[in-house]
């Protein structure tokens, strides 16, 4: 029997359901949703009318052994029944000792018993040390019983779910690091960091060191050096220098530690796929808001959760956690094509848990499809928006129509390109939407927002080459022109521009509807792929037509002719 799980295909990897690739089109419940049944059954439908295909949601320690030894699943296998019966597929959230750098789903017999389940603490203004909410990893009593609680539960889904596939992969705790501190002071954290550094840390960061990302090596302090550190026996500080990154590196080093062997627990059991998620510092050079450094969570270690697998530690988690599948990024406050780059280090397969719900996040998911491979891309409190409100509605029902093509793509590294245009500044004149070039074959090809003589709308969707001069266009909002590569070509222009509609979602298999040519290529210069409601700016001549199926066929040709 097939149970979900990870395919190597090149650079990247597939998730392989029923024996078959999946693209998953994934959307996370608010952090309580999935703990009541009831609840989710006025859920389900809707989460079907947003064209969603796997929803993520928690399962918490405290809710299934609230009595340390006796586990209750009947509540979460009403669930799984739930959405086994809607057609729908379940990634579900371990909130076991970690949730958002704290530690607040543990059993009540866990938080009452500090002796048993010793906290973190914390360094405070005037030598103060204060107790954190949220079990030190230094200590190992936490991590045993969230072994056993996690084994017990992907024990219970093996037997529960393994003939069904429902559940697809499960996400080991959530969010994990420290938060108010840049490291744990608890007395056994303190003689850690005074002991010398561990030789397999050492060793990897010396061996590995020109793998290793650039946010790490730049912590490190050796981004110019021209070959790799040799670094001295020592403690932390002796080896690393001192000051909150390498507590940073410390921390990052033990969680690992602590998760891989969670992991492992779970996967002896039910080896689905597993992975963490990740909180981001949202200050930097790849920071995408307004909002000051500490609402958003950024600036320094302990501002965000200190240790958790932020890109300049990604290193030590990745080689450090081995029981984890991949690492991924919520993305909410920081460049979204960044993430999307960052989180394919060392070719590990990309998946974004956690996103904004919004239009400008929607657009971006074209960006981690069809430009970085990724597994899914799934925006946070789905639950809470009518599908006729959220614009996943639409992105999604267009992506469910094409999920072949496009995994079909994923498996040919650069043979696809997802991007997306936002809407026009108001008062803006200039169009400010750089072009997205790509050369493919003997062309270069350049996708631009769509022509209209109006004000133009936002934009987003994915071009695949499909060999030669032939491409495929998927989405709206954007145009696209072609140049030859031939330095005698003297002419580049389209070949035929086909409306597609997919007749069979299994294969992709694509009809042509409409042979599109003049006002719908501007007389050849581009091809169209306009947005719903074009804006004609009082022009009398509707010369841009409204998208319909939002899928084309481009092909290209050039001429070269001598002045004879």
């Not at 490190?220 to 670094?231: F, I, M, Q």
């Amino acid at each position: 029997m097939q149970i979900p799980h990870l395919v190597r295909v090149r650079t990247t990897k597939q998730l392989v359901v029923h024996g078959k690739p999946f693209l998953m089109l994934p959307a996370e419940l608010q952090n309580s949703s999935l703990t009541c049944a009831e609840y989710m059954d006025s859920v389900w439908e809707e989460m079907k009318d947003t064209n969603v295909n796997t929803l993520l949601g928690c399962v918490t320690w405290e809710m299934i052994e609230p009595v340390e030894g006796q586990f209750d699943f009947s509540e979460l296998d009403k669930v799984i029944l739930g959405a086994r019966n809607h057609g729908l597929h379940l990634i579900l959230l371990w909130f076991g000792s970690f949730k958002n750098g704290l530690s607040t789903y543990v059993p009540s017999w866990v938080k009452t018993n500090p002796q048993r389940f010793p906290r973190a603490k914390l360094r405070k203004a005037g030598g103060v040390v204060a107790t954190a909410d949220v079990l030190s990893v230094f200590h190992p009593e936490g991590k045993h019983s969230d072994m056993i609680a996690f084994s017990k539960l992907m024990t219970h889904l093996k037997e529960f779910d393994e003939s069904y596939s429902t559940v697809l992969m499960v996400q080991v705790e959530n969010e994990t690091g420290l938060l108010g501190d840049s490291r744990d002071a608890c007395a056994i954290a303190n003689q850690r960091f005074a002991e010398a550094v561990p030789k397999d840390l050492i060793h990897f960061l010396e061996d590995e060191w020109d793998s290793l990302d650039p946010d790490i090596r730049a912590i490190l302090g050796y981004e110019r050096n021209a070959g790799p550190p040799t670094y001295p026996e020592g403690n932390w500080e002796e080896v690393f220098g001192k000051g909150p990154r390498t507590d940073e590196l410390f921390m990052a080093y033990h969680y690992a530690l602590y998760l891989n062997e969670v992991a492992a627990a779970g996967k002896s059991a039910y080896p689905i796929p597993m992975y963490t998620n990740t909180w981001m510092n949202y200050a930097g050079e790849n920071s995408d808001n307004t909002f000051p450094i500490v609402a958003g969570g950024g600036g320094m270690p302990g501002d965000y959760p200190s240790g958790g697998p932020v890109s300049n530690v990604l290193d030590i988690w990745q080689k450090f956690a081995p029981n984890l599948d991949f690492i991924s990024p919520d993305i909410y406050l920081n460049d979204y094509e960044s993430l999307c780059v960052k989180y394919r280090h060392r070719n590990q397969p990309l998946f974004i848990p956690e996103q904004k719900r919004d239009d400008y996040g929607a657009r971006r998911i074209w960006i981690a499809y069809g430009s970085y491979a990724a597994l899914g891309a799934s925006p946070f409190g789905i639950d809470t928006v009518k599908p006729k409100h959220n614009p996943f509605t639409k992105h999604f029902g267009l992506l469910s129509s094409v999920s072949a093509l496009v995994l079909e793509a994923q498996r040919n590294p650069g043979s696809s390109v997802g991007f997306c245009f936002d809407e026009l500044p108001d008062g803006a004149v200039v169009n400010p939407a750089k072009p997205v070039i790509r050369r493919w074959g003997d062309f270069e090809i350049i996708i631009e927002p769509c022509f209209v003589f109006g004000k133009r709308d936002a934009g987003a969707g994915m071009v695949i080459h499909r060999g030669g001069g032939r491409f495929l266009l998927i989405g709206w909002g954007f145009q696209v022109r072609a140049k030859s590569l031939y330095p005698k070509a003297t002419f580049t222009g389209i070949l035929r521009f086909e409306e597609k509609v997919v007749v069979d979602r299994e294969t992709g298999e694509l009809k042509t509807q409409r042979w599109l040519n003049g006002d719908e290529t501007r007389s050849g210069k581009f091809a169209m792929m306009p947005s719903e409601n074009p804006d004609y700016g009082g022009f009398p001549i509707c010369v841009t037509i409204p998208a319909r199926t939002m899928i084309a066929e481009l092909e290209v040709y050039s001429l070269e002719e001598d002045d004879g």
